[in-house]
Protein backbone atom coordinates (compact mmCIF):
# COMPACT_ATOMS: atom_id res chain seq x y z
CA UNK A 1 0.00 0.00 0.00
CA UNK A 2 1.03 3.55 -0.47
CA UNK A 3 0.14 6.68 1.44
CA UNK A 4 0.26 10.39 0.59
CA UNK A 5 0.67 12.28 2.55
CA UNK A 6 -0.62 16.51 1.45
CA UNK A 7 -1.40 19.97 2.61
CA UNK A 8 -1.63 22.71 0.63
CA UNK A 9 2.29 23.36 0.34
CA UNK A 10 3.54 20.31 0.87
CA UNK A 11 6.22 21.45 3.20
CA UNK A 12 5.55 21.70 6.20
CA UNK A 13 3.02 19.45 7.94
CA UNK A 14 3.21 16.58 5.95
CA UNK A 15 7.07 15.61 5.50
CA UNK A 16 6.74 15.97 9.45
CA UNK A 17 3.53 13.34 9.74
CA UNK A 18 5.09 11.56 6.90
CA UNK A 19 8.57 11.67 8.85
CA UNK A 20 6.21 10.57 12.10
CA UNK A 21 5.11 7.64 10.22
CA UNK A 22 8.22 6.33 9.46
CA UNK A 23 9.86 6.40 12.44
CA UNK A 24 8.81 5.18 16.29
CA UNK A 25 9.58 7.94 18.22
CA UNK A 26 6.64 10.84 18.11
CA UNK A 27 9.20 13.54 20.49
CA UNK A 28 11.57 15.35 17.26
CA UNK A 29 14.48 17.19 18.52
CA UNK A 30 15.20 20.28 17.02
CA UNK A 31 18.49 19.43 15.13
CA UNK A 32 16.45 16.16 13.44
CA UNK A 33 13.51 18.62 13.50
CA UNK A 34 15.24 20.45 10.48
CA UNK A 35 16.56 18.02 8.81
CA UNK A 36 13.18 15.74 8.07
CA UNK A 37 13.04 15.58 4.46
CA UNK A 38 11.68 17.74 1.95
CA UNK A 39 10.80 20.10 4.98
CA UNK A 40 10.30 24.00 3.60
CA UNK A 41 11.14 22.70 0.04
CA UNK A 42 7.27 24.29 -1.49
CA UNK A 43 7.05 21.82 -4.52
CA UNK A 44 3.46 21.76 -5.98
CA UNK A 45 2.25 18.63 -7.37
CA UNK A 46 4.88 16.50 -7.62
CA UNK A 47 4.72 13.34 -5.30
CA UNK A 48 7.80 13.07 -3.00
CA UNK A 49 9.07 9.36 -1.71
CA UNK A 50 9.96 9.44 2.11
CA UNK A 51 10.56 6.16 2.59
CA UNK A 52 9.26 2.67 3.50
CA UNK A 53 7.17 1.65 7.21
CA UNK A 54 7.51 -1.17 9.06
CA UNK A 55 5.37 -2.48 7.55
CA UNK A 56 6.52 -1.82 4.11
CA UNK A 57 3.99 0.39 3.02
CA UNK A 58 5.29 3.24 1.00
CA UNK A 59 5.13 6.58 2.40
CA UNK A 60 5.36 10.22 0.12
CA UNK A 61 4.37 13.79 0.56
CA UNK A 62 2.96 16.07 -1.47
CA UNK A 63 2.05 19.47 -2.42
CA UNK A 64 -1.42 20.51 -4.02
CA UNK A 65 -2.12 23.52 -3.73
CA UNK A 66 -5.74 23.94 -3.80
CA UNK A 67 -6.19 21.06 -6.09
CA UNK A 68 -6.31 18.36 -3.59
CA UNK A 69 -9.56 16.34 -4.88
CA UNK A 70 -9.02 17.04 -8.41
CA UNK A 71 -5.27 15.66 -8.21
CA UNK A 72 -6.51 12.71 -6.04
CA UNK A 73 -9.57 12.28 -8.65
CA UNK A 74 -7.13 11.88 -11.27
CA UNK A 75 -4.22 10.18 -9.76
CA UNK A 76 -7.02 7.56 -9.08
CA UNK A 77 -8.15 7.26 -12.62
CA UNK A 78 -4.49 7.00 -14.29
CA UNK A 79 -4.30 4.04 -12.03
CA UNK A 80 -7.27 2.57 -13.56
CA UNK A 81 -6.59 3.36 -17.25
CA UNK A 82 -2.75 2.22 -17.02
CA UNK A 83 -4.23 -1.06 -14.66
CA UNK A 84 -2.07 -0.32 -11.78
CA UNK A 85 -3.80 -2.08 -8.61
CA UNK A 86 -1.62 -0.37 -5.84
CA UNK A 87 -3.80 0.70 -2.97
CA UNK A 88 -3.33 4.24 -2.26
CA UNK A 89 -4.69 6.17 0.88
CA UNK A 90 -4.28 9.94 0.55
CA UNK A 91 -4.00 11.72 4.30
CA UNK A 92 -5.02 15.77 4.28
CA UNK A 93 -2.56 17.26 6.90
CA UNK A 94 -3.60 20.79 6.21
CA UNK A 95 -5.06 21.02 9.62
CA UNK A 96 -1.67 21.53 10.90
CA UNK A 97 -1.04 24.30 8.39
CA UNK A 98 -1.41 27.89 9.73
CA UNK A 99 -3.05 31.08 7.49
CA UNK A 100 -0.01 32.84 7.10
CA UNK A 101 2.56 30.27 6.67
CA UNK A 102 2.95 31.43 3.23
CA UNK A 103 4.35 34.60 4.66
CA UNK A 104 6.57 33.21 7.65
CA UNK A 105 8.16 30.90 5.14
CA UNK A 106 8.83 33.85 2.62
CA UNK A 107 10.58 35.90 5.83
CA UNK A 108 12.43 32.67 6.39
CA UNK A 109 14.46 33.44 3.32
CA UNK A 110 15.46 36.24 5.19
CA UNK A 111 18.89 35.55 6.55
CA UNK A 112 17.86 38.19 9.69
CA UNK A 113 14.19 36.57 10.45
CA UNK A 114 15.92 33.04 9.18
CA UNK A 115 16.11 31.79 13.02
CA UNK A 116 13.28 33.37 14.38
CA UNK A 117 10.85 31.93 11.80
CA UNK A 118 12.54 28.58 12.95
CA UNK A 119 12.05 28.93 16.15
CA UNK A 120 8.50 29.37 15.85
CA UNK A 121 8.01 26.59 13.34
CA UNK A 122 9.71 24.24 15.91
CA UNK A 123 7.70 25.65 18.51
CA UNK A 124 4.40 24.96 16.45
CA UNK A 125 5.45 21.74 16.01
CA UNK A 126 6.15 21.22 19.53
CA UNK A 127 2.45 22.99 20.60
CA UNK A 128 0.90 20.52 18.16
CA UNK A 129 3.08 17.21 18.65
CA UNK A 130 0.19 14.92 20.32
CA UNK A 131 -2.20 15.46 18.04
CA UNK A 132 -0.06 15.10 15.54
CA UNK A 133 0.33 11.69 16.92
CA UNK A 134 -3.02 10.47 17.32
CA UNK A 135 -3.80 11.83 13.91
CA UNK A 136 -0.06 9.77 12.75
CA UNK A 137 -1.47 6.83 14.39
CA UNK A 138 -5.03 6.26 13.27
CA UNK A 139 -3.66 5.91 9.94
CA UNK A 140 -0.33 3.50 10.63
CA UNK A 141 -3.21 1.27 11.72
CA UNK A 142 -5.69 2.08 8.40
CA UNK A 143 -2.48 0.74 6.30
Known sequence: MKAIYYSFYGCYSSPICAYLHLNEKFDIGEEEFFKIPFLFQVDYGNIKYMGKDGCGNEIFVMGVKNFGENI???????????????????????QYDFKFFGFLLGLRENKIFRNTVEKFFYGYYLQKRKHMKKFVEKYKRIL
Request: a negative charge; charged letters at 45%.
Open 72 to 94: KRTLKDLMKVFDIDDDVIFIDTS
